[in-house]
């Protein structure tokens, strides 16, 4: 079979421009994984907003550890499961929990008088200690 020249200007054999068909496919491959991670990148945003305590000006590497925390407590994980989780026994706030967020952050939760662990506050390191270095003697 002789090669034709399609209208698209490629020329080729078949019916059809297979030239054209190939890049069509590429296209919605590209577009298809666009659209995925915009969705993806919105959903993260939606958890971040809706976390009940305050990720946005956090690192995003802290941001979606601290999400998976709290999605963790949420599901009722005792904290002493929880790796580098601590209470600030030595402060007199038993009912606070500390988590490490890599080297940098922390996660503090306070158990309520139900038992209830409930997230309360993300941050760095520094103003954690300012936050909640209570020292009593
Ligand atoms: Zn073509």
Same mark, same amino acid.
């Given at each position: 079979?002789?090669?034709? $020249? ?11 421009? &297979? /030239?054209?068909?190939? $890049?069509?496919?590429? #296209?919605?491959?590209?577009?298809? &994984?666009? /659209? ?6 919105? /959903? ?7 976390? +009940?305590?305050?990720?946005?000006? *956090? +690192? !995003? ?7 998976? *925390? ?9 904290? &002493?499961?929880? $790796?580098?989780?601590?209470? *600030? ?15 940098? &952050? ?6 309520? +008088?139900?038992?209830?662990? *409930? +997230?309360?506050?993300?941050? !760095? ?7 909640? #270095?209570?020292?009593?003697?």
């Amino acid at each position: 079979m002789a090669r034709k $020249l399609f209208q698209c200007g490629h020329t080729g054999k078949g019916k059809y421009c &297979h /030239e054209c068909e190939r $890049l069509h496919k590429e #296209s919605a491959v590209i577009h298809a &994984h666009e /659209e995925y991670r915009k969705v993806v990148k919105r /959903e993260r945003r939606a958890r971040i907003i809706a976390a +009940p305590v305050s990720l946005i000006c *956090l +690192p !995003s590497d802290v941001q979606d550890e601290a999400l998976t *925390l709290i999605e963790t407590i949420k599901k009722g994980t005792r904290c &002493h499961k929880i $790796l580098h989780a601590k209470r *600030l026994l030595k402060s007199g706030q038993r009912d606070v929990i500390s988590i490490k967020i890599g080297w940098g &952050h922390r996660l503090v939760c306070r158990e309520q +008088p139900s038992g209830e662990v *409930l +997230p309360e506050w993300v941050g !760095s390191h520094e103003a954690y200690n300012k936050r909640y #270095s209570k020292i009593v003697c």
